[in-house]
């Protein structure tokens, strides 16, 4: 079993930053690759941002240039830095982590509110 710890959401005015993380420990033998999801109000869960295990990145066309995903192996975490927040990132963020299963955060609330 793999938990997932996430961390850093909140409330942030337009044009803000925020940084969430996603902590992964259990039995955890190999990472493949770990992200970020979001799931908005009425809308289906999305894929932000994922980064493999060799550092290679993938974003949503909607984020780009604006988020930047991270890891720290020896850590098994990976980080959602998010400048530039728009109203529409409000959402409820989900760490991922596929290890050959996949495994779920319990999600970080982000609203982006004047």
């Known amino acids: 079993q793999v938990q997932l710890v996430e961390s850093g959401g909140g409330l942030v005015q337009p044009g803000g930053s925020l940084r969430l993380s996603c902590a992964a420990s259990g039995s955890i033998a190999k990472i493949y690759f770990l992200g970020w999801y979001r799931q908005a109000p009425g809308k289906q869960r999305e894929l932000v941002s994922r980064i493999n295990s060799g550092g290679s990145t993938d974003y949503a066309d909607s984020v780009k240039g604006r988020f930047t995903i991270s890891r720290d192996n020896a850590k098994n975490t990976v980080y959602l830095q998010m400048n530039s927040l728009k109203f529409e990132d409000t959402a409820v963020y989900y760490c991922?982590?596929?290890?050959?299963?996949?495994?779920w955060g319990q999600g970080t609330q982000v609203t982006v509110s004047s």
């Open positions: 991922v982590v596929n290890t050959g299963y996949v495994y």
